[in-house]
């Protein structure tokens, strides 16, 4: 389990991304690949005024997890995207029940483009781990909204750019670096959202993934038997990303953030 004071074990080959889903499964839940599964998708979708009369536009949908979770609690029809074509084909099977509800469609960060002035909010997890830049998100976002849209805006954030086990980390989870809070922050306004709220989320997903761990030990143990030889690979790169992006919270030099703004129109 990932315990921020525990040594890096010896450099694995890193776990390439096709082999993370069934790992995050476990730790996260169904076609979740970020900490607090269902539990922290729908406490982030309630803080947009969701119905069954809204689209909600969903960046960064892992394998459908997410989606699932809050077209399930919200009713809401979910218009989701995510880059990885791994994490659509996982998440093509148990997406099917709610078809219509539910879309899972690619998305291209380096030039983000989606249905114009469709959805009334958008929620964003993540979104900038697949790749490209806060200035080009925004600007792609802005026309896929109805007038009076708001968004939840999940991200890392860059504190210290020299900070140890930094690159080694980056790797792991197949990124570039992050970018800094100011420069999201910036690329929002600049774009036309005006920000309300601001929230430091990492102790939350500090004690997410401590949790998550702790279940898949013990679920682990319970099994009596350890996993396969390239499981167990898989398993320790995976162990080794999330003790590193702890150690990088808890240490200040990087931070997840949430965002909750709203574009203003004219």
């Given at each position: 389990?990932?315990?921020?004071?525990?040594?890096?074990?010896?450099?694995?080959?890193?776990?390439?991304?096709?082999?993370?889903?069934?790992?995050?499964?476990?730790?996260?839940?169904?076609?979740?690949?970020?900490?607090?599964?269902?539990?922290?998708?729908?406490?982030?979708?309630?803080?947009?005024?969701?119905?069954?009369?809204?689209?909600?536009?969903?960046?960064?949908?892992?394998?459908?997890?997410?989606?699932?979770?809050?077209?399930?609690?919200?009713?809401?029809?979910?218009?989701?995207?995510?880059?990885?074509?791994?994490?659509?084909?996982?998440?093509?099977?148990?997406?099917?029940?709610?078809?219509?509800?539910?879309?899972?469609?690619?998305?291209?960060?380096?030039?983000?483009?989606?249905?114009?002035?469709?959805?009334?909010?958008?929620?964003?997890?993540?979104?900038?781990?697949?790749?490209?830049?806060?200035?080009?998100?925004?600007?792609?976002?802005?026309?896929?909204?109805?007038?009076?849209?708001?968004?939840?805006?999940?991200?890392?954030?860059?504190?210290?750019?020299?900070?140890?086990?930094?690159?080694?980390?980056?790797?792991?989870?197949?990124?570039?670096?992050?970018?800094?809070?100011a420069t999201v922050s910036q690329a929002l306004r600049h774009a036309?959202?005006?920000?309300?709220?601001?929230?430091?989320?990492?102790?939350?997903?500090?004690?997410?993934?401590?949790?998550?761990?702790?279940?898949?030990?013990?679920?682990?143990?319970?099994?009596?038997?350890?996993?396969?030889?390239?499981?167990?690979?898989?398993?320790?790169?995976?162990?080794?990303?999330?003790?590193?992006?702890?150690?990088?919270?808890?240490?200040?030099?990087?931070?997840?953030?949430?965002?909750?703004?709203?574009?203003?129109?004219?």
């Amino acid at each position: 389990m990932p315990e921020e004071a525990a040594a890096a074990p010896a450099a694995p080959p890193t776990a390439p991304a096709t082999d993370r889903h069934a790992w995050t499964d476990r730790l996260w839940g169904s076609g979740h690949l970020l900490p607090g599964g269902d539990t922290e998708a729908l406490r982030l979708a309630a803080l947009l005024p969701l119905s069954p009369q809204t689209t909600l536009l969903l960046v960064g949908a892992g394998a459908g997890g997410a989606a699932a979770a809050i077209a399930g609690a919200r009713g809401t029809f979910v218009a989701a995207h995510d880059a990885s074509l791994a994490g659509r084909q996982r998440a093509a099977p148990p997406l099917r029940k709610l078809a219509r509800r539910v879309t899972l469609e690619p998305w291209n960060p380096a030039a983000p483009e989606f249905r114009p002035a469709y959805h009334h909010h958008a929620l964003l997890l993540e979104p900038l781990r697949q790749g490209g830049t806060p200035e080009a998100l925004f600007a792609g976002l802005g026309p896929a909204l109805r007038p009076d849209a708001q968004i939840v805006l999940l991200e890392l954030v860059l504190r210290q750019p020299a900070a140890r086990g930094l690159d080694r980390w980056c790797a792991l989870e197949a990124r570039g670096l992050p970018p800094t809070e100011a420069t999201v922050s910036q690329a929002l306004r600049h774009a036309g959202y005006e920000v309300h709220v601001t929230e430091d989320a990492g102790p939350r997903q500090v004690q997410a993934v401590l949790e998550g761990w702790t279940q898949l030990v013990t679920t682990l143990d319970g099994e009596g038997q350890g996993p396969a030889a390239g499981e167990a690979a898989t398993l320790v790169a995976e162990a080794e990303a999330w003790l590193l992006r702890l150690r990088l919270l808890r240490e200040g030099r990087i931070a997840l953030v949430r965002w909750h703004a709203s574009l203003r129109r004219g």
